[in-house]
């Protein structure tokens, strides 16, 4: 059957010369009309998950009934308008067709065949269906294209040679303003092919046999070897060429003196470009950046002398750049040298399509106090925009003032460029300026949506959420209507804040008529979390339902991820539903395959999770690393680790899909076997991939060890840095990170720090600052001063910078260390020494140091110095400030720090200038902190009114939940410390003591009778009241009845006291020495 297939196509090939293109991307008749319905039907079955067999069948079936006599034109027709959506089950249906009913595929066929099974990597069904093609002699030049790309995507140099040589008739007619884009595309990926296995002679010699070294395949050569490095393959390029005749072009040149390595090689290569003529561009260019590498004065002025009289802007930047410092034209003022060349070469070069060099330029003029270059080179600019954006350029910066000077260069202030401008404004989060601007823009009429939303933006940064919709209200109010984008911000911010602070912001959004964007879904289910309410999550998914969003793949995953978030099976399992029926929405992506690999997966259906794996690889989409990942994951944390080792290995197999397999990958595998208490079967994992001499990775040895850390097998540790430096492979900062974590864990930080050691003998590698902070860290674990401080001078005398991580880590060491003053000594050296502006866990760990020692004052002044840094402080930082309040029986400053954080009142004097904004944390307060400290203002301080002032007062905050029973605890408070003192007195009177204050409801002691004092013993201890436990009650009265002389049994009277807790049987026996008493 085959060879008869051949035969006829070759009768049908016949009218194809050489040189003719049949390309599969042009349309023609029979794309048309006829087909259309066969088309429609396929497409829509195709779209559908189904067998082989059912595929085969259909397609035979719908040939037979809408195409007959001219199906070589429908299937040409169907795989056109599949494209790239065609899988591999639907191109075996096609030339199964081909064979049931005899059919000879036309050379257009044959194309979108191959086409296909390049597109899905099926290299054996490509490589069997391009022999049948040779066969038939039906091979056109595109047929001879694709099979170079076949060869070179398999990295084979062999048959890509060939292919080229079949091509060589072709390459060698054209030039490189008439060779088809993919002709140099190809000999750029054949160089680099032969680059990478070191076979670039071998190439050369190619080319040269076949006299393929034209002008634009010259080019590709010399622009791959000077992308290497490769000097002496670019000389040995460039003698063949002119062996051929080929002269070099500009881009050429441009690239022989961008690989050169010394001076003279670059000038020699620039010299060869002004023999006959002037100099292009690209040689000027190279040379600039040749004279900018060795910073060498005779190549800038070689440079400079050969400017044509209209230099482009890319000139103009290389030869600019030269002034910086560092550069060969650089001096002591570079901004002078950078106007001279400016004014006298560049002038009049546009640009307005290059920033960095409106940069340059605009910062010079601005330096040296040139006000009317900058003008000048502002008003160049063509409109607003370019103005804009070279205004918004000051913001990665925080170039507030050079923005402003820039702002005032220009003819005329309109709303894009006030809008700009009050970005800066909010990226240097200067909440004044912008406010100011804001008030100008709005004065002359410039104040748009933008506007509005950029101020809003700012406040949001700010924290000031009540601001932000006050603005939002505001905007409303001058007539301009809010957008998604004015919402989204305040949506997302509201969202960080609390659940109901989101909705309300909703409604109002949806009383506005608006509906939400993409990016509103998108913030919807982000905010999605583990901890969201059930009620908040329906919502959310309604939303995004009712937005009229198209399903797409993107949203499929993202409402997958959200689900997984929230543990929501059941949406979940009903997204997946849907997925799987006709509605399903054609999954292109190996990322979306991992979205729903990872939900099956979490779902513990593993049927379904070995579906999709399944239908991805029919579909022929090439898995990635996070695909790869979602299903070794998937399967090994479902009780199947064995299963995804052995996907592993079918991916380390396959040469295409080598590259795929990766640590954290194996991670997943280690972690199967390590939740599954099978350490041993980790280490039998690790010894098998060394017995097949697997390429290990650093992440790879970094999870081993991390096994071992968790698993307390510190001992194997050794072996693996061992095997690490066998296999040449350095430790980086989380293999040390971890390896310190365990040792000083295992409390061997004496062996951690031989660690150290070893790392600083090590000629490649030298610690961080990560590796000192874990050692830091060890040694504040266990308060070791000396050390941690000798610690920290060989990190600075090791040029390692501290940062703020350092400093949290010394205060905590000094701290526990029982040097608090120490901590504040260290951070003002360090944070002086280096620049370091302290953050919120620096001040919250000084705080913290004075707040162990007793030392309140100094806690507030650290307090104090926070926020005149504009360091808002968290939880963390009210918490031990209001404890140690409470402690202290600093009930002003207790209530003064409640109000301050929840915003109910103003700020105390010495607080009160930094705003009332910055005190407030992120998310505010939580109420188990404020049940704490209201209920020690009034138990530990005696203060039930004031606790009960602020529990009123916070009560009417705005998401804050109380307690509904703290007022009764509070209250109760007050009694519960009367009764103590009463007990106290009682006891008192009855061990015989004289009592001057006694409560009215006890009588005095001459006043008690027997019963009477057996009466008040007995209540004394049934009721509980007095500190301790029952037990305690017990040894009381113990003592008591002896000291009236009573005798109780000794073996009664131990028991009591070596076992505080009473029985029953304890009970009666005190009782009966009671009544032998009364008797």
């Not at 009429?445 to 933008?450: F, K, L, R």
């Not at 939880?875 to 109000?899: M, N, P």
């Not at 009592?995 to 008040?1016: E, T, Y």
Request: aromatic share 4%; charged share 20%.
């Amino acid at each position: 059957m085959r060879g008869k297939r051949m035969q006829v196509a070759k009768r049908s090939c016949q009218g194809v010369k050489h040189g003719q293109v049949s390309s599969a991307t042009q349309p023609s008749q029979s794309t048309m009309c006829p087909h259309a319905s066969f088309v429609r039907t396929m497409s829509t079955f195709l779209r559908i998950d189904r067998s082989q067999e059912e595929i085969n069948h259909e397609i035979v079936k719908q040939l037979g009934i809408s195409s007959v006599g001219m199906e070589i034109e429908a299937l040409e027709a169907l795989l056109s308008t599949m494209g790239k959506s065609t899988n591999a089950k639907a191109l075996a249906a096609v030339r199964n067709a081909l064979e049931m009913q005899g059919l000879q595929p036309s050379v257009r066929l044959y194309e979108l065949l191959l086409r296909a099974y390049l597109g899905l990597r099926l290299q054996p069904e490509f490589a069997e269906l391009l022999a049948e093609v040779e066969a038939t002699g039906a091979a056109a030049p595109s047929i001879k294209v694709l099979a170079l790309r076949a060869a070179i995507h398999a990295s084979d140099l062999e048959a890509s040679i060939a292919c080229l040589l079949a091509l060589a008739s072709i390459l060698k007619s054209s030039s490189s303003a008439t060779a088809s884009t993919a002709y140099p595309l190809l000999v750029q990926k054949l160089v680099r092919l032969a680059s990478e296995q070191a076979a670039l002679p071998r190439l050369l010699q190619e080319f040269s046999a076949c006299e393929l070294l034209n002008v634009w395949v010259l080019e590709e050569l010399l622009e791959e070897c000077s992308q290497r490095g490769d000097l002496a393959h670019m000389k040995e390029s460039v003698e063949l060429a002119r062996a051929q005749g080929t002269e070099l072009s500009s881009k050429a040149r441009a690239a022989l003196i961008r690989a050169s390595g010394t001076v003279a090689d670059a000038m020699s290569f620039f010299e060869g470009t002004t023999g006959q003529c002037k100099p292009d561009i690209l040689p000027l260019v190279a040379l600039a950046e040749a004279a900018a590498r060795f910073s060498d004065t005779t190549l800038a002025d070689s440079v400079l002398q050969h400017l044509p009289q209209h230099p482009s802007a890319t000139l103009a930047a290389a030869v600019l750049r030269l002034c910086l410092a560092g550069g060969p034209l650089a001096s002591q003022d570079e901004g002078v040298t950078v106007l001279q060349l400016f004014e006298k070469h560049f002038a009049a070069v546009d640009l307005s399509q290059d920033l960095q060099l409106q940069r340059l330029v605009a910062d010079a003029a601005t330096k040296c106090g040139r006000p009317m270059v900058l003008q000048k080179l502002v008003r160049s600019l063509p409109d607003s925009t370019s103005r804009a954006a070279l205004l918004k350029s000051y913001a990665n910066e925080q170039c507030l003032d050079g923005a402003k000077r820039v702002f005032q260069a220009c003819p005329d202030s309109d709303a894009c460029l006030y809008n700009a401008l009050l970005s800066v404004c909010v990226a240097c989060r200067d909440i004044a300026s912008a406010e100011k601007l804001m008030s100008k823009a709005s004065e002359a009429g410039a104040a748009d949506v933008v506007t509005y939303n950029t101020m809003m933006k700012a406040h949001v940064q700010s924290g000031d959420l009540r601001r932000a919709r006050a603005l939002l209200r505001k905007m409303r109010s001058v007539g301009l209507e809010p957008n998604n984008v004015t919402f989204n911000e305040i949506i997302d911010a509201a969202a960080a804040q609390s659940s109901a602070a989101m909705w309300e912001v909703i409604n109002e959004m949806e009383a506005c008529g608006l509906k939400a964007s993409p990016i509103t879904c998108s913030i919807l289910l982000k905010s999605i979390q583990q901890s969201s309410q059930p009620k908040d999550v329906d919502r959310a998914l309604s939303i995004v339902e009712s937005a009229d969003l198209a399903m797409d793949e993107v949203l499929l995953s993202s409402l997958c991820e959200a689900c997984i978030r929230t543990s929501r099976t059941d949406l979940l399992t009903r997204y997946l539903k849907q997925q799987r029926s006709a509605r399903g929405v054609t999954i292109k992506s190996a990322h979306t395959y991992g979205s729903l690999i990872r939900s099956y997966g979490f779902l513990n259906d593993l049927e379904g999770v070995w579906a999709m794996w399944n239908e991805m690889q029919a579909r022929g989409v090439a898995p990635s690393c996070i695909t790869l990942g979602c299903m070794v994951e998937a399967v090994s944390t479902n009780g199947e680790p064995e299963a995804g080792l052995s996907l592993i290995h079918q991916m380390l197999k396959d040469k295409q899909t080598r590259s795929l397999v990766n640590a954290v990958i194996y991670c997943s595998v280690l972690k199967g076997f390590s939740h599954r208490k099978r350490f041993d079967q980790v280490w039998a994992v690790h010894e098998e991939m060394r017995k097949q001499s697997l390429q290990y990775s650093i992440v790879t040895y970094n999870a081993l060890i991390d096994a071992c850390v968790r698993s307390g097998e510190m001992n194997r540790v050794s072996l693996l840095l061992e095997q690490m430096s066998d296999d040449r492979i350095e430790p980086n900062v989380i293999t040390y990170s971890t390896v310190l974590k365990g040792y000083c864990q295992d409390n061997r930080i004496d062996k951690a720090f031989e660690v150290l050691e070893d790392m600083k003998k090590s000629a490649d590698f030298s610690p961080d600052e990560v590796t000192y902070n874990t050692l830091l860290d060890g040694c504040a674990r266990y308060g070791m001063l000396e050390r941690g401080l000798a610690l920290l001078q060989d990190m600075e005398a090791s040029h390692v910078r501290p940062s703020n991580f350092t400093l949290s880590v010394l205060v905590k060491l000094a701290n526990r260390s029982r040097c608090p003053d120490k901590a504040f000594e260290l951070c003002s050296e360090l944070s002086s020494k280096y620049h370091i502006r302290l953050n919120m866990h620096v001040y919250n760990n000084l705080v913290h140091a004075c707040t162990a020692h007793k030392n309140l004052p100094r806690a507030l002044e650290v307090f104090e110095q926070m926020l005149g840094e504009r360091v808002r402080p968290d939880v963390r930082t009210y918490t031990l400030l209001l404890r140690a309040c409470v402690d202290s029986c600093k009930t002003s400053e207790a209530a003064d720090l409640l109000r301050m954080a929840v915003g109910i009142s103003d700020a105390p004097a010495r607080f009160a200038r930094f705003g009332a904004a910055i005190a407030q944390p992120k998310g505010g307060l939580t109420a188990e902190l404020i049940g704490e400290t209201l209920e020690g203002i009034a138990s530990s301080c005696s203060e039930e009114r004031l606790a009960l002032e602020l529990f009123n007062d916070l009560r009417n905050v705005r998401g804050l939940k109380l307690d509904s029973r703290l007022p009764m605890r509070l209250t109760a408070a007050q009694s519960a410390r009367q009764a103590r003192g009463n007990e106290d007195a009682l006891v008192r009177l009855l061990m015989g003591e004289v009592v001057a204050d006694v409560p009215a409801h006890i009588p005095r002691q001459a006043q008690l009778g027997p019963r009477g004092r057996i009466q008040w013993l007995l209540r004394l201890n049934c009721i509980g009241l007095y500190k301790g436990s029952e037990g305690g009650h017990m040894q009381m009265a113990c003592c008591i009845m002896t000291s009236w002389g009573v005798l109780l049994p000794l073996g009664f009277v131990q028991r009591v006291h070596s076992q505080p807790s009473s029985s029953k049987y304890e009970l009666s026996i005190l009782g009966g020495c009671l009544r032998l008493v009364v008797c």
